[in-house]
């Protein structure tokens, strides 16, 4: 059975950082490409991150680049985005979910593996 637990999520103010974290177990191991994606309410879930099997590749979306960073420890099965200079538009559930490609593709429909979601909330 594949598992995606998030943690770290929270409130912080506007300008501020915060580090979510993705255990994996089951399934899902360092073979598996893997992502972050969010979701707002009265919004679709947009893909945020994602990263290779290897690490050698990372995907962003352009509302995110320069201040996340995607990165993993396959020895940890530990899926990790470091979030810096936070925005009130970052408020959102953030999903961890891998895809059996391997590769650092951002499109939810090639995910087959989403965890459960972690409350992230930024304030002005």
């Known amino acids: 059975q594949a598992q995606l637990m998030e943690s770290g999520g929270g409130s912080v103010q506007a300008g501020g950082s915060l580090k979510l974290s993705c255990q994996a177990s089951?399934?899902?191991?360092?073979?598996?490409?893997m992502g972050w994606f969010r979701q707002s309410p009265g919004k679709e879930r947009e893909g945020v991150a994602g990263?290779?099997?290897?690490?050698?590749?990372?995907s962003y979306a352009d509302f995110v680049k320069g201040r996340f960073t995607i990165s993993r420890d396959n020895a940890k099965n530990t899926l990790y985005l470091q979030m810096n200079s936070l925005k009130p538009e970052d408020t959102g559930t953030y999903y961890c979910a891998a895809h059996e490609f391997g590769d650092s593709r951002l499109g939810a429909p090639y995910y087959n593996f989403w965890g459960k979601g972690t409350q992230v909330t930024v304030s002005s």
């Open positions: 089951g399934y899902v191991d360092s073979s598996l490409g």
């Open positions: 990263i290779a099997r290897d690490s050698k590749t990372t």
